[in-house]
């Protein structure tokens, strides 16, 4: 069974950062493209980042480039989310996800159960 535990959200000032991190089981992670969506207060789930199977390629949404940085461990089967000059707007649950390198935007085939990142003013 494949699981995505997301770890490392929670309450921090504007200006601050925090770093997520997702921990994979049950599936050969070094195979899957990752991405980190975000949900904020009654609005859509949106992308926010992803990474390659090998983490040569990344993408970001426009929000976050610059100030956001998506890595991988193949090694640990973790995917990191890097959270810099973080802004009361980036408030939100953050969902890890895994899927195929053409569709992770889009499409990812699994998902984590998210966690919280609360950016006070």
């Known amino acids: 069974q494949v699981q995505l535990v997301e770890s490392g959200g929670g309450l921090v000032q504007a200006g601050g950062s925090l770093r997520l991190s997702c921990a994979a089981s049950?599936?050969?992670?070094?195979?899957?493209?990752m991405g980190w969506f975000r949900q904020a207060p009654g609005k859509e789930r949106n992308f926010v980042a992803a990474?390659?199977?090998?983490?040569?390629?990344?993408l970001y949404a426009d929000s976050v480039r610059e100030r956001f940085t998506i890595s991988r461990d193949n090694a640990k089967n973790t995917a990191y989310l890097q959270m810099n000059s973080l802004e009361p707007e980036d408030t939100g649950v953050y969902y890890c996800?895994?899927?195929?390198?053409?569709?992770?935007?889009?499409?990812?085939?699994?998902w984590g159960q998210g966690t919280q990142v609360t950016v006070s003013s």
């Open positions: 990474i390659s199977r090998t983490g040569d390629t990344t």
């Open positions: 996800a895994a899927g195929a390198q053409r569709s992770i935007r889009t499409n990812p085939y699994y």
């Open positions: 049950g599936l050969s992670f070094n195979n899957y493209a």
